[in-house]
């Protein structure tokens, strides 16, 4: 788990069982909130409501609720990051099969966790969580190299069917639940055919 580095943002990581049951309490909290709607105009106040801890409990972890989203994205990442590794085949397979499995796992994990989406699509996920982020998804596109039949791609070519990915599965989730079936059916398909266009192209010289 990558720490936070803002240095405006402190937070207290708890100590002992019960400390860790409390920030989980909260995590679970400051979630149930994301998902409920207005992800800015979450507040400290807020969460220890949601988590029917006392206010002063709250600080004591957290000095303000950009500290507790801190620890939210990460705990979020760190979800996302298990389920794609399972999502990654154990013998070779041809990466545009690889790659409509990894799409297919993005479609239901925004359905399975619907709090991932939102805080994406929100400000509180900042250019510092964009940055843990992309560091996640390089590490997944390595593993996916390392999954599937030896091709002459780099990671950075890879990058283009998965942003690609990316924008249709945050346009298709942007006001559905389940997701926009005709835009997750159409981002399946350019994912397909981006990744057989470069697996085809000629190699550099």
């Keep these: 788990m990558s720490p936070p580095t803002d240095a405006t943002t402190t937070f207290r990581r708890p ?7 409390r ?5 679970v909290a400051a979630e149930a909130l994301v998902v409920d709607g207005d992800v800015d105009a979450i507040t400290l106040d807020a969460v220890a409501e949601r988590a029917s801890l006392p206010l002063s409990t709250v600080r004591a972890q957290a000095d303000d609720v950009r500290a507790l989203f801190d620890q939210l994205v990460l705990r979020l990442l760190d979800r996302h990051d298990a389920v794609l590794n399972r999502a990654l085949p154990t013998e070779p397979e041809p990466l545009v099969e690889v790659a409509a499995g990894v799409y297919d796992t993005y479609v239901a994990h925004y359905r399975a966790v619907p709090a991932f989406r939102a805080l994406r699509c929100s400000s509180r996920f900042t250019d510092r969580h964009r940055e843990w982020f992309d560091r996640r998804v390089r590490r997944m596109l390595i593993r996916v190299q390392s999954r599937t039949v030896p091709t002459n ?3 950075e070519q890879l990058r283009i069917p998965w942003t690609v990915a990316d924008a249709m599965l945050e346009a298709a989730f942007r006001h559905e639940p389940d997701g926009d ?11 397909r055919n981006s990744v057989e266009r470069l697996v085809t192209a000629p190699a550099a010289v």
Excluded: F
């Excluded at 100590?15 to 049951?21: K, L, S, V, W």
């Excluded at 920030?23 to 995590?27: D, F, I, M, N, S």
């Design 153 to 155: 791609l780099t990671v």
């Design 23 to 27: 920030l989980t309490t909260l995590l």
């Design 15 to 21: 100590g002992g069982r019960r400390g860790r049951a």
């Design 181 to 191: 079936p005709v835009l997750i059916d159409e981002g399946r398909a350019l994912v």
